[in-house]
């Protein structure tokens, strides 16, 4: 005798099926999320471009797991974006390699750390992580950046900052206090190469 299934239930069946591990797997015990792409990533909010966040589910022996959920959680306010459809949420499934990509992020018009929540489950198991990008104007933050490591980037803000704090202490130094006068003095200030290495 044959049974009519309806269409719904046949693709539920399908999915459970295919979601399902095979009887002698053993069954992860714990659950992980490692960010593969998109962790530090300058987003140029001109172009509203951004690098796409990648993240790999693994269980407690590093291993990629396939078919887990994973949801990418935009801030609701401030530096934040949105996904094609217009939402700050974007539920996807990872792939045979256990990896699951946030495509289509439109960032706003709002400069600043822009903090996406990823949440992954699997069989019962949760796994929570932030991947932290940064919303910035222009076209040379964009480029210019995307290359340069955290340390570099930090270098070359710390060197920007004691210019300008050198800067301001000869001014401050050469304005006030003495009554009498000397001899105007030149400073010179030359922006150098920053250089991150070793000790």
Do not use: C, Y
Not at 31 to 56: H, T, Y
Not at 59 to 80: E, R
Not at 131 to 150: E, H, M, R, V, W
């Amino acid at each position: 005798m044959i049974v009519a299934v309806p269409r719904v239930s046949l693709v539920l069946l399908i999915l459970v099926n295919l979601l399902r591990a095979p009887a002698w797997a053993q069954a992860p015990t714990g659950l992980s999320i490692n960010i593969v792409e998109g962790e530090g990533a300058i987003n140029n909010i001109r172009q509203r471009v951004n690098r796409e966040p990648i993240v790999q589910v693994e269980d407690q022996n590093h291993k990629p797991i396939a078919g887990a959920v994973v949801i990418f959680f935009l801030p609701d306010s401030g530096a934040s974006g949105a996904f094609p459809d217009g939402s700050h949420m974007l539920m996807t499934v990872t792939d045979n390699q256990g990896r699951a990509t946030a495509r289509g992020i439109r960032p706003n018009n709002q400069s600043g750390p822009m903090q996406i929540r990823v949440t992954a489950s699997f069989q019962g198991l949760t796994a929570s992580s932030v991947i932290t990008q940064t919303n910035l104007a222009g076209a040379a933050t964009a480029s210019g950046f995307a290359g340069l490591s955290t340390a570099a980037k930090l270098v070359i803000i710390l060197g920007i900052a004691g210019g300008a704090a050198a800067a301001g202490a000869i001014v401050a130094t050469h304005t006030g206090g003495s009554s009498t006068s000397a001899p105007p003095s030149t400073v010179t200030l030359s922006p150098g190469t920053p250089s991150v290495g070793g000790p």
